[in-house]
């Protein structure tokens, strides 16, 4: 089993950065790999990245790519997300999720989740 708790969202302007924690409980986070995912309000929760147990592999959404870091300290049980440029579109509840080893872009590949913290920005 393992437990995630997300931090770092809020309000932040277009253009502005955020980062987003990821913090798990459990020996075996390491063990897992990791994604972000978001969900705006009246849509379906969507990839945003994923990263890889090792963290040697990671992936983006086309929408975030560029813009969007994810990572991770198996060290400290923590995931990252560093978000910069933000745009108004990018608002959303933002969920991390571990599961397969490897990671990856669907919903059905992660059966641990967090609550989700809420990114708002500004026009």
């Known amino acids: 089993q393992v437990q995630l708790v997300e931090s770092g969202g809020g309000l932040v302007q277009a253009g502005g950065s955020l980062r987003l924690s990821c913090a798990a409980s459990?020996?075996?986070?390491?063990?897992?790999?990791m994604g972000w995912f978001r969900q705006a309000p009246g849509k379906d929760r969507e990839f945003v990245a994923t990263i890889s147990w090792t963290g040697g592999s990671v992936d983006y959404a086309e929408s975030v790519k560029g813009r969007f870091t994810i990572s991770r300290d198996n060290a400290k049980n923590t995931g990252y997300l560093q978000m910069m440029n933000l745009k108004p579109e990018d608002t959303a509840v933002y969920y991390c999720?571990?599961?397969?080893?490897?990671?990856?872009?669907?919903?059905?590949?992660?059966?641990?989740w967090g609550q989700g913290t809420q990114v708002t920005v500004s026009s």
């Open positions: 999720a571990a599961g397969y080893a490897s990671g990856g872009r669907f919903v059905i590949s992660y059966p641990y």
């Open positions: 459990g020996r075996t986070f390491s063990t897992y790999g």
